[in-house]
């Protein structure tokens, strides 16, 4: 894929150099696609010769989904709507007002890529919306270089990556102009680097996989929960015996952590002006308390409506009963229409049937570190969506976020077994 994002690097350069010249970009980007067509299946081919015709059946799918979506007359395609024309407007004045950077705007982080994007290249949504697709396989692939560096079987890995290739809104995310691919891909280089840390004590990629989370946060803050699992294994681990060890000298640090993440959960103003966490207010509505968002809710599919959250002990209560609404939701007792019994068949499913797995081989977590470290991780991440998020539709983009982690996590505790 490096060949490929070079040369999508310099058609981003040649679209700005030649702005002047080629008004219209839509022929530029098709001969783009076509070259990353034909590129992409050698590459497949050659180095990933097991999986070609799964990920390379996926990229043609997500590609006609793509020029539908992008078709005159309307959207057909989930989640296309509102929000990606939004996202897509605040870019395109971004673009031709270059000092809206340094504002609050629809959207944020994303919205700015999009907006230096389009002044680069020129105002073309085919070559943004594809760029997602890009992103979006070259996540797959890393997620396969993940399980080589574990050793998880072939067997194993060919139905995970059936798995990533046409999970429903995997397929969906990143045919449209929706910043999950870009804040998935954080993700999976956080934790390529983690795993690589955790095989290698490298510090070079310890520090990397810090670096993508903060990344990551910068489009939706509640990705730093991460954070929590990946310290818990810096300081816990330890290479030489491939256990955690506890000492009264490790435990203070990561407690001076917990103390802290639970203050900034309890009181997020402290944070809210940094510009790291300018999206604080999308975890914690407008300038409402914890307390106020955990028990708030607006849209056509809110659930746990009428919830009276008053003080931490409530708060801590509620959470596992939030946490399961977030991963599960719509339940089949609030189902209304076709839309939302399909997402709990499509989607909903696979989160319950993965939180199963996870309870069903907890002994497994137990004798395998880094299953540990990644499940706190995803927890962490589930527990701080899982507060502030109380519509369903809302739910379904947000647990996207996770879904590589859930793989992997996957792809560890079935090889264990079978081992």
């Known amino acids: 894929m490096i060949i490929i994002w070079l040369v999508t690097i310099l058609y981003i350069i040649s679209g700005y150099l030649f ?19 034909i590129t992409l299946f050698f590459i497949l081919v050659i180095k990933y010769t097991a999986f070609a015709a799964i ?15 992008r078709r005159e007359g309307g959207t057909i395609i989930p989640h296309s709507g509102e929000d990606t024309e939004n996202f897509y407007e605040t870019g395109v004045a971004v673009s031709q007002d270059l000092t809206l950077l340094g504002m609050d705007i629809y959207g944020g982080f994303y919205s700015k ?13 085919l070559f943004a919306q594809f760029l997602n697709i890009i992103i979006t396989l070259t996540a797959i692939l890393i997620v396969i270089h993940i399980f080589r560096m574990l050793g998880i079987s072939d067997k194993v890995q060919f139905y995970l990556v059936l798995l990533l290739s046409f999970f429903p809104h995997s397929l969906i995310f990143s045919s449209i102009l929706m910043r999950e691919s870009l804040i998935s891909i954080t993700v999976v280089l956080s934790l390529y680097f983690f795993v690589r840390w955790y095989k290698d004590r490298s510090r070079p990629s310890a520090l990397l996989s810090v670096i993508f989370v903060l990344l990551g946060a910068s489009f939706h803050t509640g990705v730093v929960g991460l954070l929590i699992g990946y310290l818990f294994g810096f300081i816990f681990y330890r290479h030489s015996t491939r256990r955690f060890q506890f000492s009264v000298e490790s ?14 959960l309890v009181f997020p103003d402290v944070i809210s002006g940094l510009p790291l966490f300018n999206k604080v207010d999308q975890v914690f509505n407008d300038d409402a308390g914890l307390y106020e968002t955990v028990a708030s809710g607006s849209g056509n599919t809110v659930y746990l409506q009428g919830l009276q959250v008053n003080n931490l002990f409530q708060l801590v209560l509620l959470s596992p009963v939030k946490i399961i609404y977030f ?20 989607d909903s499913s696979f989160y319950i049937f993965a939180l199963i797995i996870f309870i069903k081989n907890i002994h497994i977590v137990r004798e395998r570190p880094l299953a540990a470290i990644l499940l706190l991780s995803l927890l962490a991440g589930w527990f701080i969506f899982g507060l502030a998020i109380n519509n369903a539709g809302t739910a379904l983009r947000h647990r ?20």
């Open 19 to 37: 702005q002047y010249y080629i008004t219209d970009t839509l022929h530029l980007t098709f001969t783009f696609i076509i070259f990353t067509a």
């Open 55 to 69: 990920i390379y059946t996926s990229f043609l799918i997500r590609l006609a989904m793509m020029l539908v979506d």
């Open 113 to 125: 890529f999009l907006g230096v994007l389009f002044h680069l290249y020129g105002d073309d949504r």
């Open 251 to 264: 435990l203070v640090p990561f407690s001076i952590f917990a103390v802290v993440m639970t203050y900034v």
């Open 327 to 346: 991963i599960a939701s719509p339940m089949p007792w609030s189902i209304n229409n076709l839309n939302e019994l399909i997402s709990l068949a499509l």
């Open 400 to 419: 996207f976020k996770f879904f590589y982690i859930i793989v992997v996590i996957l792809g560890v505790l079935w090889d264990q077994r079978k081992k």
